[in-house]
Every structure is written in structure tokens, then in C-alpha cells.
T-cell receptor
Framework: GQNIDQPTEMTATEGAIVQINCTYQ??????LFWYQQHAGEAPTFLSY??LDGLEEKGRFSSFLSRSKGYSYLLLKELQMKDSASYLC??????????WGAGTKLIIKP | ETGVTQTPRHLVMGMTNKKSLKCEQH?????MYWYKQSAKKPLELMFV???????ENNSVPSRFSPECPNSSHLFLHLHTLQPEDSALYLC??????????????FGPGTRLTVT
């Protein structure tokens, strides 16, 4: 079957770095998305990876290893506003997104 | 209006009621989606429309009925719902079908409570 695994919750300190991991199993693969969702709000797009390697976008970076079925989202210089849920989603052979349950990130001062 | 809008934002309905959720996208996108989001569960894709044609129906009960009259509007008609249908219903759009590097843009959602 198709499956996405990511940790349920993580805690980090303001100013620090945190890495949120995601493993996926899909029928075919057409890329990996990361979204951010603040409580009570809509998910917003953060990144897309389809080739192996690291994509950097300001304080956020996303990494993909297709052979390992693995991705991570790296957040640097954490700010209180980064407290949110981070959703990992893999695109399968039909371009349908398979979603993880999300990782709730708690930032402490 | 910009982006993706949804109305109503909150809805409480009884099991015998009929109601509709509305979604409108102002982005010129060709694909639109309905998702169900329940607490601590992955987003569940319900329906996908591409150029106003339904391309995906993920075994959704018939008490949910989608309608896409044009590429900018999407409706979800609800009737005889069950309490377990209470959830956040999210609408999204993308330039084309998701997966070709086309990220989805989400509306704020409708918080539905079935009593």
C-alpha cells in the first residue's frame, strides 16, 4: 500500500535548527511536497523536490533521497512563528498526493 | 478576492439537513480538489476536477456530491450526513493536476459539525 510516515510532534528552541523527517512508500513517484499549516488555517506550500539533493529557500531547506524513499525539511534560526504543523506529501504515479498526518512543531523561547 | 475562497467558514447541520459548501479560485487554475481533514489524520482526498471534469472519486459516500460548473467554482453538496463526517473540509486548486511540480493552493476551509 501507499504510506507516509513522519513524527507526530517535535519540540525545538527559538534560534535553533530542527529537522523533520518523512519516509514514503508510493506506487510510482512524481515528487515530494512540504506544506506548513498553522492552527486553524489552510496549508501553505513550502517546497517541492523531484530530484535527489537539497533545495534551499531562505531559512527552510528540503532534501530528497529517491532510492531511500526519504525526505527531510530543515528549519534554521527558528522563530516563534514557525510553530505549526508540517505536512509531507508524495505524488504517486497518477499524480495523486499521498499525505502524511503532519508533524506538530512546538517552538519554545 | 484573491487566492482560494470558501464559504461558509463554519457550518453546523443536523443529519437530515441538506447544505452546500462553495469554493472559488481566482488564480486561473485548471484543477480543483476537495479534501477532508480530521484531527491527527492525513488529509483525505475526496474529489479531483481537471478542466471541469471529475478525474478522481476516492470511494466517497454518496451523501457527498461534488459539482464543478466552471473552472473557477467547485461545490460540495451534503445530505443525510453522519456525526463522523464532522471535520474541516478544504478546497484546493493547482495550475494542472498535482504532481507535475504544481503546488496546490488551499482555501481556509469549512469547519463542519454534524449533530
Amino acid at each position: 500500500g501507499q504510506n507516509i510516515d513522519q513524527p507526530t510532534e517535535m519540540t525545538a528552541t527559538e534560534g535553533a535548527i530542527v529537522q523533520i523527517n518523512c519516509t514514503y512508500q508510493t506506487s510510482g513517484f512524481n515528487g515530494l511536497f512540504w506544506y506548513q499549516q498553522h492552527a486553524g488555517e489552510a496549508p501553505t506550500f513550502l517546497s517541492y523536490n523531484v530530484l535527489d539533493g537539497l533545495e534551499e529557500k531562505g531559512r527552510f531547506s528540503s532534501f530528497l533521497s529517491r532510492s531511500k524513499g526519504y525526505s527531510y525539511l530543515l528549519l534554521k534560526e527558528l522563530q516563534m512563528k514557525d510553530s505549526a504543523s508540517y505536512l509531507c506529501a508524495a505524488s504517486d504515479s497518477n499524480y495523486q498526493l499521498i499525505w502524511g498526518a503532519g508533524t506538530k512543531l512546538i517552538i519554545k523561547p | 478576492e484573491t487566492g482560494v475562497t470558501q464559504t461558509p467558514r463554519h457550518l453546523v447541520m443536523g443529519m437530515t439537513n441538506k447544505k452546500s459548501l462553495k469554493c472559488e479560485q481566482h488564480l486561473g487554475h485548471n484543477a480543483m480538489y476537495w479534501y477532508k481533514q480530521s484531527a491527527k489524520k492525513p488529509l483525505e482526498l475526496m474529489f479531483v476536477y481537471s478542466l471541469e471534469e471529475r478525474v478522481e472519486n476516492n470511494s466517497v459516500p454518496s451523501r457527498f456530491s461534488p459539482e464543478c460548473p466552471n473552472s473557477s467554482h467547485l461545490f460540495l453538496h451534503l445530505h443525510t450526513l453522519q456525526p463522523e463526517d464532522s471535520a474541516l473540509y478544504l478546497c484546493a486548486s493547482s495550475q494542472d493536476l498535482a504532481g507535475e511540480g504544481n503546488e496546490q493552493y488551499f482555501g481556509p476551509g469549512t469547519r463542519l459539525t454534524v449533530t
